[in-house]
Nanobody, 115 residues
Framework: QVQLVESGGGLVQPGASLTLSCAVS????????MDWYRQAPGNQREMVGT???????NYMDSMKGRIGISRDNAKSTAYLQLNDLKADDTAVYYC?????????WGQGTQVTVSS
């Protein structure tokens, strides 16, 4: 059974940093590109960034300079580093694993940025 479990979300003040984790099990993690998405209330889900199996990253334009995505194949875990958080970053953050026609989603972790 494939499972993706996000963690690391929470309530933080503007300007803070967070590292979200996505622990994957039930598949060969090394073969999967890992994406991070977010969905704010009333908005569509949007892609935040991605990391390929070759560690090539690509980020959403509006967040470039404030985020970083990495992966640890030995731990089957992907990470999303969020820096200088703003109120507009408040959302549920999801990870997705994809390889060819297969894709799997996590349940999401809430990030709330508020003073």
């Amino acid at each position: 059974q494939v499972q993706l479990v996000e963690s690391g979300g929470g309530l933080v003040q503007p300007g803070a940093s967070l590292t979200l984790s996505c622990a994957v099990s039930g598949l060969d993690f090394r073969l999967y590109t890992m994406d991070w998405y977010r969905q704010a209330p009333g908005n569509q889900r949007e892609m935040v960034g991605t990391i390929t199996t070759r560690d090539i990253t690509n980020y959403m334009d509006s967040m470039k300079g404030r985020i970083g995505i990495s992966r640890d194949n030995a731990k089957s875990t992907a990470y999303l580093q969020l820096n200088d958080l703003k109120a507009d970053d408040t959302a549920v953050y999801y990870c997705r694993a994809r390889h060819m026609t297969r894709e799997y989603w996590g349940q999401g972790t809430q990030v709330t940025v508020s003073s």
